[in-house]
T-cell receptor, first 114, second 116 residues
Framework: TQLLEQSPQFLSIQEGENLTVYCNSS?????LQWYRQEPGEGPVLLVT?????EVKKLKRLTFQFGDARKDSSLHITAAQPGDTGLYLC??????????????FGKGTKLTVNP | DAGVIQSPRHEVTEMGQEVTLRCKPI?????LFWYRQTMMRGLELLIY????????DSGMPEDRFSAKMPNASFSTLKIQPSEPRDSAVYFC??????????????FGNGTRLTVT
């Protein structure tokens, strides 16, 4: 079973449209991160949210952490072709030895058509 | 800032052969992670090191997989013998982990492995 469920799996929209993608879990997290991955490259961190109900904005991207810290959403306003990529959410969970490790959802593959 | 460097970028090998993937983390980072990415399973953590010591290897699929970090600037992931189901993109990432576990992971550009 996947710790983090992302939806939708695929999303294809026209330039200028708005969209929201989701990251859900039954577990509570101390924080959650969003990464974007472009073809042929590794994921790059966009934002970290740490407080329940927190909203962070990064230009046209708005990230929200659920009040119960089990879920998060990413909203993009007026999408542009440069927003195309795989959007991954990630959260920390217990690792061996009592430390923590970062696990990822499967991602939402976004295509913005000109 | 050179970033995380992985080699090779692409590897094509025949079933049964040994494969070695290499990673140079960002200088000064104390943690190193090996992930595998496939369409079916997404990005899976295989193993991670802290201060060159393996902390969690629970994601290593089988004994055919092994990873080493002989020093702070180099790590290898070895598959012996390789199988077609090992075909995937393998990512190395590094981070400076302290009391704040929210430090970002910095990923390399991956090694695309194809086992025929």
């Amino acid at each position: 079973t996947q710790l983090l469920e992302q939806s939708p799996q695929f999303l294809s929209i026209q330039e200028g449209e708005n969209l929201t993608v989701y990251c859900n879990s039954s577990s509570v997290f101390s924080s959650l991160q969003w990464y974007r991955q472009e073809p042929g490259e590794g994921p790059v961190l966009l934002v970290t949210v740490v407080t329940g109900g927190e909203v962070k904005k990064l230009k046209r991207l708005t990230f929200q952490f659920g009040d119960a810290r089990k879920d998060s959403s990413l909203h993009i306003t007026a999408a542009q072709p440069g927003d195309t990529g795989l959007y991954l959410c990630a959260a920390r969970t217990l690792a061996q030895g009592g430390s923590e490790k970062l696990v990822f959802g499967k991602g939402t593959k976004l295509t913005v058509n000109p | 800032d050179a970033g995380v460097i992985q080699s090779p970028r692409h590897e094509v090998t025949e079933m049964g052969q040994e494969v070695t993937l290499r990673c140079k983390p960002i200088s000064g980072h104390n943690s190193l992670f090996w992930y595998r990415q496939t369409m079916m399973r997404g990005l899976e953590l295989l193993i991670y090191f802290n201060n060159n010591v393996p902390i969690d290897d629970s994601g290593m699929p089988e004994d055919r997989f092994s990873a080493k970090m002989p020093n702070a600037s180099f790590s290898t992931l070895k598959i012996q013998p390789s199988e077609p189901r090992d075909s995937a993109v393998y990512f190395c990432a590094s981070s400076l982990v302290g009391e704040d576990y929210n430090s970002p992971l910095h990923f390399g550009n991956g090694t695309r492995l194809t086992v025929t």
